[in-house]
Nanobody, 125 residues
Framework: QVQLVESGGGSVQVGGSLRLSCAAS????????MAWFRQAPGKEREGVAT???????NYADSVKGRFTISKDLTRNTVYLQMNNLNPEDTAMYYC???????????????????WGQGTQVTVSS
């Protein structure tokens, strides 16, 4: 199974930026999907962004135009650049991987078997 480790979370003011990183290891598939999810206290886990091996991306409507997902294959790392942050973005952010590709690169948690431990993002005003 894939091992994932997130980093880059922290506390920022409204309008600030953060860059999250997800280092992946232990995978053997050459075609897989990577994704970012987030979960705030009392709320369900929601998909934020996904990226395929060929760099095809998808975003939740709430983050389009503000967040950018990207990857660096030489470092086995996926990034999430978050700009113009607001308090609604406050959550624990998780990296996820799907090597089965049963559902394509889906935005639902059901599609992913491998998860990181999470990194906290807090946006204050």
């Amino acid at each position: 199974q894939v091992q994932l480790v997130e980093s880059g979370g922290g506390s920022v003011q409204v309008g600030g930026s953060l860059r999250l990183s997800c280092a992946a290891s232990g995978y053997t598939s050459s075609n897989f999907c990577m994704a970012w999810f987030r979960q705030a206290p009392g709320k369900e886990r929601e998909g934020v962004a996904t990226i395929l091996t060929d760099s095809t991306t998808n975003y939740a409507d709430s983050v389009k135009g503000r967040f950018t997902i990207s990857k660096d294959l030489t470092r086995n790392t996926v990034y999430l650049q978050m700009n113009n942050l607001n308090p609604e973005d406050t959550a624990m952010y998780y990296c996820a991987a799907d090597t089965r590709m049963i559902y394509g690169c889906a935005m639902g948690a059901y599609a992913y078997a491998s998860w990181g431990q999470g990194t906290q993002v807090t946006v204050s005003s």
